[in-house]
């Protein structure tokens, strides 16, 4: 499958264990990388991976290593 380049705010804030209102604090701060189209927010993929230290790049939809415990970072 291909990589995507985008998530949402809502994922990024899963991702890091915020409220999804937090997450939206967040990017209107500058401290999520996203991008704007229209009305739509969404993260970008890469930068978020990596200001989170994971050097190993943007994962496919099949990868399941975010979210669970124990996984390598």
């Known amino acids: 499958m ?3 380049l985008t998530m949402t705010v809502e994922e990024a804030a899963e991702i890091v264990g915020i409220s999804r ?3 939206y604090l967040c990017a ?6 996203t991008c704007r189209f229209g009305r739509r927010v969404v993260v970008l ?3 978020f991976l990596a200001m989170l230290g994971d050097e190993s790049g943007p994962a496919d939809e ?5 979210g669970e415990e124990g996984a390598a970072s």
Do not use: F, I, N, Y
């Open 2 to 4: 291909k990589r995507r």
């Open 21 to 23: 209102t937090s997450a």
């Open 28 to 33: 209107a701060r500058g401290e999520l990388p």
């Open 45 to 47: 993929v890469a930068p």
């Open 62 to 66: 099949t990868d399941e290593r975010v």
